[in-house]
């Protein structure tokens, strides 16, 4: 825990960049009220940085929810970092295997109404550093949003085609985008943001523009209204931190906790940042503990068929799984997936390396038979680190002989 | 996110819980009789058995759903839920409606008038805004009103069962009639063939108790549930809809996507709502939007003609909270159960939330991760036994398969329908007694 004072030009900065919101007077709508009669409150961080999925995933939302009950702050800000798509488009370096995961989606729903119920007592809002892609849905699940001078805050990029690609029947093609987008939505709505802008966010077809009245604005789901803000038919809608603010999405900008703060109404605060190192703490470990699968299965694939091969194999297969125990995060992961790592296989291998070992002793014995699995596979091939059996085991009578 | 055709085998049977400590309420005279508060507090004295006809307030002209005027017999007046169930007759069938007293604008009772805006009947006594006197009569009276909540969850037929809606009723009917049900919805839909079992008894249900759904997810099949409460409150997050039935990749068309658009129309509208709602979240080509004026009356129509558009006709239908609650087909937003028992008008002083919904629930999640988790060992243990030699592996299938009969019985949707499938019980049988005949001859074969 750490107390900081806001610097005099950071004051100078927030009251430059706010739509102001007077000293002290601040509160929400809907949620709890920021604290009055405190003048240093204590603010808990509670960062959403890095994949969608993994880094932002359950596992570490369980975790900081108990630990900003136990920190016990007067207010909860929930930073995001997380967007699919780099500033440079030109130079198309995006990875991939760092794109939010979208068939996460009733999880992240879960996840964000859990800091909602868990943490209703806690005043909470939103501090977007950059959300694009199905971390804009996440950035609206809170109805008081602000954004860092150069955050974005985007929407969807062709979900709704991969979901239509997979079906080719007009009525379950519009089923399945009506399932999903309702769900989506839901995220949009906890933040009591209207169905126009989550449906700008996940279509890209769709268009948005915005009229104002009095000090609120309404959502226009054509180009009709007074501020045009996407009259794009090919991509979701984006907002950039001025224009966010600029239309009301946003209750202001500010480039440092100190200037959040600020807006706020309080000139000093306590800084709780176990959430950061919590957080900091788990990213790192479940991408190490990725790196060491890897490097695992690499090993196993090289082990010998001979009862000491198939025993380190089997050790390496218990690494793999303990790790994937742990960190549940890592088969989420499209090169995790991709090569077919997960617990259910990994199982699988070593419950058939432990019967090869064991037929192996016994035909030593001289205790030969028919039998033999053929299994306990060495998992690499072909450059990848899929295991040699599929993640489910096929079940048919014709097979037992 | 499918609804497939399938055949599905019941449980051998349904297995009451566990006695939980329950107090037992009296309801006789919270069911039977009393003075009810009409919209604008006048009061009016209800009993069972009173020939009622009664204006209701919020119908639209064009709502064939919610009729503006319910005449029959009273069959419960309910003190706590502040409404009045009548029994119904139309085209010769019995139907209960339940009408909340808020919503009555004019009641007659066995011919006596009494309304918010006329002068009192008879039977009517002067009052006004005191709605809160029936509520500390209840509190008085030291009857707590149970809620049974149990959360649905999971695909319908697999994790969200009839089995679960029958086991939550058996706990209710022990109370009697007229409790509150809150099926707490969390389902990316299932299977048709447990849709029409739930409807069934959904419909029986209803007759007997306030049956609430409170939606999370409520996609498809669990869509299809849900329209069948009169009461349907929605969390924050929450959706329905998108109830089209498919097999395969294919959607249902011709006579039989008519028949089960009718289906859900009716149900729909069985529960006070519009039709048109539930046609919309079945397939792509019915139109649906919607008027509201500044009373809060919704008109709704089957094109696009009113002020709010919810389905074109390239669309499917969910709504969210804050659609549903606009255009009135939500009761209201509750995300948690304090909140949703105060939209029930209801709180720890009158009800208590019984935690037998919850347990049941519970013990079926904790059966069915069981199941998967043992399914697949053994699957890999019939597939590659155990055991050097033929008897041994053959020793070992034997085992394997017998626990997965064992499954069969616990719990059936599992190895029915969840991947990887397993053969019917009566296969595996067979395929057990072949592996001891096996077993047998090669004992004979050593031996000789």
Redesign the interface.
């Given at each position: 825990m750490k107390n900081c004072t806001i610097a005099a030009l950071s004051l100078s900065l927030a009251a430059g960049l706010t739509t102001g919101s007077a000293l002290g007077q601040s509160s929400f709508d809907t949620g709890a009220p920021l604290p009055t009669g405190v003048t240093s409150p204590k603010v808990y961080v509670f960062p959403m940085e890095g994949q969608m999925g993994t880094d932002i995933s359950e596992p570490i939302f369980k975790k900081l929810i108990e630990d900003a009950k136990r920190q016990k702050p007067d207010i909860l800000i929930l930073r995001l970092k997380s967007a699919d798509i780099d500033r440079i488009n030109h130079l198309r370096n995006d990875d991939p295997n760092e794109f939010g995961l979208v068939g996460e989606i009733?999880t992240y729903?879960d996840m964000?109404?859990s800091v909602?119920?868990e943490l209703m007592d806690i005043p909470q809002l939103m501090w977007v550093e950059d959300a694009v892609g199905v971390s804009g849905l996440a950035a609206l699940a809170w109805e008081r949003m602000y954004m860092s001078s150069d955050a974005r805050l985007g929407g969807l990029h062709q979900f709704k085609e991969m979901v239509e690609s997979q079906?080719?029947?007009?009525?379950?093609r519009?089923?399945?985008?009506?399932?999903w987008?309702?769900?989506m939505?839901?995220?949009v709505?906890?933040g009591?943001y209207?169905?126009t802008l989550a449906d700008a966010m996940i279509f890209t077809e769709r268009t948005l523009s915005v009229n104002f009245e009095g000090r609120g604005a309404k959502w226009v789901p054509d180009t009709s209204g007074t501020w045009v803000v996407d009259s794009s038919e090919d991509r979701a809608v984006s907002f950039q931190a001025p224009v966010a603010e600029n239309i009301l999405l946003s209750d202001g900008t500010a480039d440092s906790l100190d200037d959040l703060v600020f807006l706020l109404g309080y000139r000093d605060y306590t800084l709780i940042d176990t959430g950061e190192k919590l957080a900091k703490q788990y990213s790192d470990d479940w991408r190490k503990a990725m790196d060491n699968i890897r490097e695992w299965m690499e090993e196993a694939s090289e082990t010998d068929e001979d009862i000491a091969g198939l025993g380190r194999r089997r050790s390496l297969y218990e690494k793999v799984l303990s790790a994937l125990k742990a960190y549940p995060v890592v088969e989420k992961r499209r090169e995790m997936q991709q090569a077919g790592v997960n617990k259910?296989a990994i199982?699988?291998l070593i419950?058939?390396i432990?019967?090869d070992i064991?037929?192996q002793r016994?035909?030593a014995k001289g205790?030969?038979?028919?039998?033999?699995?053929g299994?306990g596979g060495r998992g690499l091939g072909g450059g990848g680190v899929r295991p040699p059996r599929g993640d489910?085991?096929?079940?048919?009578?014709d097979?037992?002989k | 996110?499918s609804i497939r055709k399938t055949t599905f085998r019941l449980p051998r049977q349904l297995a009451l819980l566990a006695a939980c400590a329950l107090s037992i309420l009296v309801f006789a005279a919270d069911l039977r009789a009393a003075e009810i508060v009409i919209a604008d507090g006048t009061k009016v004295e209800v009993n069972a058995g009173n020939k009622v006809r009664i204006s209701k307030a919020g119908a639209s002209a064009s709502s064939k759903a919610s009729g503006e005027t319910v005449e029959g017999t009273v069959k419960f007046v309910l003190g706590d839920a502040k409404e009045i169930i009548v029994e119904t007759r139309k085209a010769g069938r019995t139907r209960d409606v339940r009408v909340r007293w808020s919503d009555i604008t004019e009641i007659e009772v066995d011919g006596v008038a009494s309304s918010a805006k006329s002068t009192r009947s008879s039977t009517a006594t002067a009052a006004k805004g005191d709605a809160k006197s029936s509520d500390t009569a209840t509190t008085d009276e030291g009857q707590k009103k149970t809620v049974f909540i149990m959360p649905w969850e999971g695909t319908v037929g697999i994790g969200a069962r009839h089995d679960e809606i029958l086991k939550i009723a058996a706990e209710a009917d022990k109370l009697g009639p007229g409790q509150i049900i809150v099926l707490q919805v969390i389902s990316?839909?299932g299977l048709v063939i447990e849709g029409d079992k739930i409807d069934e008894t959904l419909m029986e249900l209803k007759k007997r108790h306030r049956v609430i759904a409170w939606i999370k997810?409520a996609?498809?099949a669990a869509a299809f549930t849900s329209l069948h409460c009169e009461e349907i409150y929605f969390?924050?997050?929450?959706?329905?809809?998108?109830?089209?039935m498919?097999s395969g990749?294919?959607?249902i068309e011709g006579a039989e996507l008519e028949a089960w658009v009718k289906k859900v129309g009716d149900v729909t509208e069985e529960s006070g709502r519009s039709r048109w709602i539930g046609e919309a979240m079945v397939?792509?080509a019915p139109l649906l939007s919607y008027d509201r004026d500044e009373d809060g009356n919704v008109t709704w129509y089957n094109t696009l003609e009113g002020e709010y558009d919810l389905s074109n006709a390239?669309?499917?239908?969910?709504?969210?909270?804050?659609?549903a609650l606009h255009c009135k087909f939500s009761d209201g937003t509750a995300?948690?159960p304090e909140q949703l028992l105060a939209l029930l008008h209801l709180d720890e002083s009158t009800a208590e939330i019984s935690p037998i919904g919850f347990k049941i629930h519970e013990n079926w999640q904790k059966t069915l991760n069981a199941c998967l988790d043992a399914k697949?060992?053994l699957?890999?243990d019939?597939?590659?036994?155990?055991?050097?030699?033929?008897v041994?592996?053959i020793g070992s299938?034997i085992k394997a398969i017998n626990e997965l009969i064992a499954w069969w019985d616990r719990c059936p949707p599992c190895l029915q329908y969840e991947?990887?499938?397993?053969?019917p019980k009566e296969?595996l049988e067979k395929?057990v007694k072949n592996?001891r005949k096996t077993l047998a001859e090669i004992q004979r074969r050593r031996r000789g």
């Open positions: 009733t729903r964000v109404k909602h119920d079906w080719s029947d007009d009525d379950v519009a089923k399945m985008v009506a399932a987008t309702g769900i939505k839901g995220l709505q906890l009591r209207p169905e259910i199982e699988g419950d058939d432990k019967k064991q037929r016994d035909a205790n030969r038979g028919s039998g033999g699995s299994g489910l085991p096929e079940f048919a009578l097979g037992m | 996110m990316p839909g997810e996609i498809s969390m924050r997050v929450g959706t329905i809809g998108a109830i089209t498919f990749t294919k959607s397939t792509n390239d669309e499917n239908l969910t709504l969210n909270a804050d659609v995300d948690t697949i060992k699957i890999r019939v597939m590659n036994p155990a055991g050097s030699e033929d041994a592996q299938r991947s990887p499938p397993v053969p296969e395929e592996l």
